[in-house]
């Protein structure tokens, strides 16, 4: 019988990508079992193991878990990244969803054509630049005036992951967002949080951390959910 988390979804980041993040940072090591075919994915679906019929399921203390969002805040409760009390989850809670909308963004893009494709890249600037990091940057701005490092109190939270996760993922997009529009604060937090050794050891290749979704990923996810 195995202790650790059981992850259960594609060789790739998608919708498991957050929960890797959240496990790694958290130092929890966690294995994975993916499926690359219909069939796999209709065996779990056959044994009753998926509530809605769909991933990311993560198999935990007893529980077979699903629905992401529910998945996180499990983790996030169960490894003390999620605030000292309601107020602070409050907080942790809309920065995260702030966050996610902006991944939400960034994953549609490798299933789309190459048009399609230029448009979603303009409107993730925008949005980046227009809605999202300017809320981080400012928040980050007044937590180092109280010589605090993260998002919420003084201690790394699931907002703070996220955060960091969102970053790089934009920067694969767009990689000079943050030095060219003026985001000193955000460009500290992303220099502080890769340093955290979980952290720094989920960044180093060999780690559990998937690459962005090439276009065997692509025709795989399109195989087992859409065929
Ligand atoms: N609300 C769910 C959505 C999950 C979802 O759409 N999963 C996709 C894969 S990323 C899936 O299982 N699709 C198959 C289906 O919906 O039949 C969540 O956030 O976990």
Same mark, same amino acid.
């Given at each position: 019988?195995?202790?650790?988390?059981?992850?259960?979804?594609? +060789?790739?980041?998608?919708?498991?990508?957050?929960?890797?993040?959240? #496990?790694?940072?958290?130092? !929890?090591?966690?294995?994975?079992?993916?499926?690359?075919?219909?069939?796999?994915?209709?065996? #779990?679906?056959? +044994?009753?193991?998926?509530?809605?019929?769909?991933?990311?399921?993560?198999?935990?203390?007893?529980?077979?878990?699903?629905?992401?969002?529910?998945?996180?805040?499990?983790?996030?409760?169960?490894?003390?990244?999620?605030?000292?009390?309601?107020?602070?989850?409050?907080?942790?809670?809309?920065?995260?969803?702030?966050?996610?909308?902006?991944?939400?963004?960034?994953?549609?893009?490798?299933?789309?054509?190459?048009?399609?494709?230029?448009?979603?890249? %303009?409107?993730?600037?925008?949005?980046?630049?227009?809605?999202?990091f300017? %809320?981080?940057e400012?928040?980050l701005?007044?937590?180092?005036?109280?010589?605090?490092?993260?998002?919420?109190?003084?201690?790394?939270?699931?907002?703070? !992951?996220?955060?960091?996760?969102?970053i790089?993922?934009?920067e694969?997009?767009?990689?000079?967002i943050l030095h060219?529009n003026n985001f000193p604060n955000l460009q500290a937090f992303k220099a502080r949080?890769?340093?955290?050794?979980?952290?720094?050891?989920?960044?180093?290749?060999?780690?559990?951390?998937?690459?962005?979704?090439?276009?065997?990923? %692509?025709?795989?996810?399109?195989? %087992?959910?859409?065929?």
């Amino acid at each position: 019988m195995c202790d650790k988390p059981i992850l259960h979804y594609l +060789n790739g980041r998608g919708r498991m990508e957050s929960i890797r993040w959240l #496990l790694a940072s958290s130092g !929890v090591e966690f294995e994975e079992q993916f499926f690359e075919t219909k069939e796999d994915f209709e065996k #779990l679906l056959n +044994n009753g193991d998926l509530m809605f019929q769909q991933v990311p399921m993560v198999e935990m203390d007893g529980m077979k878990l699903v629905q992401t969002k529910a998945i996180i805040s499990y983790i996030a409760e169960k490894y003390d990244m999620y605030g000292k009390d309601q107020k602070e989850r409050a907080y942790i809670d809309m920065f995260f969803e702030g966050t996610y909308d902006l991944m939400v963004l960034l994953l549609q893009m490798p299933f789309m054509t190459e048009p399609e494709k230029e448009d979603q890249r %303009v409107l993730i600037k925008q949005k980046t630049l227009k809605r999202y990091f300017p %809320v981080y940057e400012e928040v980050l701005r007044k937590q180092a005036l109280k010589k605090q490092d993260y998002l919420v109190g003084n201690k790394l939270s699931l907002a703070d !992951v996220h955060l960091l996760e969102t970053i790089l993922a934009v920067e694969e997009v767009h990689p000079d967002i943050l030095h060219d529009n003026n985001f000193p604060n955000l460009q500290a937090f992303k220099a502080r949080m890769s340093a955290l050794p979980t952290i720094k050891k989920f960044l180093e290749p060999g780690s559990k951390r998937k690459p962005v979704a090439d276009e065997k990923y %692509v025709n795989t996810v399109k195989k %087992v959910f859409l065929s």
